[in-house]
């Protein structure tokens, strides 16, 4: 789970001791894992939190000029947005599509290379029928898979009926998974689940049970490029801290 978690996969050589530790005490105080939903979604706290703002969508943001104690910033359809400041928050993978003028200092381009961003997957499946095909009491919210090609599951009743699986992949499990396409991540998922789900059926009669299915590989959404950056083994000492320091006089924050 852990390894999972941390972006790694299955390169356990690559798990930070440190990460680790702190991720074993924050489930010794919180008493184990816990998993919360919006009432109404997820949409109803981006809302809340976009109230007064001029919220800018599929606006894909290619440079960052600092310039007379103004940030300009410039759209791939070369549109501007100018302020007294601002905050880069794109993964790391993707800051060095981004052109700064005036240039990023050695140093944080360097820390940059050393934080590691590796793929991430997930796959999900729209079951057909009124009961669950597996039987667990009590009811199934999630399940580790430990030596599977997905894993970690979660299920639920689906909205509109039937019930709803996702799984998620990161590391090689997750490049493994995408470089299939997604045909092949789906009919992977099945049968996986036809083997660890107990009393679920055959991986073909739980085939034909799916009437949707999704695979998102996080390496392709444009804007994005990948999973988590979770500090990893062979990262640089003070790389983060290195990366967050303000540039142009304080004006731009990452």
Known sequence: SYSNTLGVGSALDALPVAALARLEALWARDDGN??????????????????????????????????????????????????????VAVPVARVGDLTFSPPLRA???????????????????????????????????????????????WMRRGATGGWVVSGFATGDYAAALGDAGDAAAV?????????????????????????????????????????????????DAGARAEYRKLEGGGRLAF
Request: net charge neutral; glycine share 10%; charged share 25%.
């Open 34 to 87: 816990g998993d919360y939903r919006v009432v109404g979604g997820l949409r109803r706290l981006v809302d809340w939190l976009a109230k007064g703002l001029d919220v800018r969508t599929r606006w894909r943001a290619v440079s960052i000029e600092i310039s007379d104690g103004r940030v300009i910033v410039r759209s791939d359809r070369h549109e501007e947005l100018v302020g007294a400041a601002a905050v």
């Open 107 to 153: 140093a944080k381009l360097e820390a940059l290379r050393s934080i590691r961003m590796d793929p991430a997957l997930k796959v999900i499946v729209h079951l057909r029928g009124n009961d669950p095909p597996w039987t667990h009491e009590p009811p199934l919210h999630s399940v580790l898979c430990a030596g599977e090609p997905v894993p970690e599951l």
């Open 187 to 235: 009919d992977t998922f099945v049968a996986q689940l036809s083997r660890v789900l107990p009393g679920a059926p055959p991986p073909s009669a739980l085939r034909e049970m799916v009437v949707h299915s999704v695979v998102c590989d996080w390496r392709g959404v444009g804007g994005v490029g990948g999973g988590y950056s979770a500090p990893s083994f062979g990262e």
